[in-house]
């Protein structure tokens, strides 16, 4: 049996790829890829989404502004958001997100950062949409705003960082946790832990392409062929075959994102 893999977060919108855009989707579907979602970050990220899901049927979209996108100015936030709201009506887009927190890289607006958080999870009750987390350096915060925020369609942590706490209390609150390329890495603290921690009805895999490249291609463009390395770790860490990872973080993403 062939194995087919779902790429739950990728960026195929990303200059990097603006050569052989076409070519490298064609190779990956080829080659047993067989979903991917791709996902925004800011309006015009989103909207690329939404048109390579419009042109390629086994392509979805989710649409977000995240914490490093964010205006600086609110009232373009709310033009933004507004927009956001629009073009996230498409029956392509399957989720708000990549939304949340990040203190690694903006430490100077963090208010601002839980406010956009916050008004992108009444986006997504509003369009009965779940979301698609951002947590970089921020876990205390963002896990009190999900505490205080009824998410109504719950959500994943994309590229999930593998702090034991996080994990835990987002498993708690009924969310998700998707695996990319750091687990890795050689260097990967916990990953064998967090594997483990996390139920088999509860994990996606991604590659975030074009980043993160997973051992043996780490430091090389990334694409969702590489899904392939992070199911092996998987596979190993939870003792099962890498068909078994394969078919289960396949229907656990078709399931969440309630794809036909």
């Not at 996080?166 to 990319?180: D, H, Q, R, T, W």
Request: proline share 3%; hydrophobic share 35%; net charge negative.
């Amino acid at each position: 049996m062939k194995i087919q893999y779902f790429d739950s977060h990728a960026h195929y919108d990303d200059c990097k790829f603006d050569e052989d855009r076409e070519k490298v989707i064609s190779e990956i579907y080829n080659e047993g890829v067989t979903k991917i979602i791709s996902a925004g970050y800011n309006l015009e990220s989103s909207k690329y989404a939404i048109n390579l899901a419009n042109d390629y049927e086994f392509i979805y979209a989710t649409c977000g502004i995240s914490p490093n996108d964010i205006p600086e100015d609110e009232t373009q936030f709310k033009i933004q958001l507004n927009e956001l709201k629009d073009l996230s009506l498409n029956n392509k887009c399957v989720a708000i997100g990549e939304i949340g927190l990040d203190y690694y890289w903006n430490k100077e607006n963090k208010e601002f950062q839980k406010i956009a958080f916050i008004e992108q999870i009444n986006l997504a009750n509003n369009l009965n949409l779940p979301i698609v987390i951002h947590c970089r350096d921020a876990v205390y915060d963002t896990l009190e705003i999900l505490k205080k925020y009824n998410v109504d369609r719950k959500g994943v942590f994309h590229c999930c960082m593998l702090n034991r706490e996080l994990v835990k209390e987002a498993l708690n609150l009924g969310f998700y946790i998707s695996f990319a390329g750091p687990i890795t890495f050689k260097n990967s603290k916990n990953a064998s832990e967090i594997i483990k921690m996390v139920p088999d009805d509860k994990f996606f895999i991604e590659t975030d392409s074009p980043y993160l490249s997973p051992e043996p291609n780490r430091g090389k463009r990334n694409d969702s062929r590489n899904l392939k390395h992070i199911a092996e770790k998987i596979a190993k860490e939870k003792d099962k075959s890498l068909l078994e990872i394969s078919k289960l973080s396949y229907k656990n993403t078709i399931n969440f994102f309630c794809i036909k």
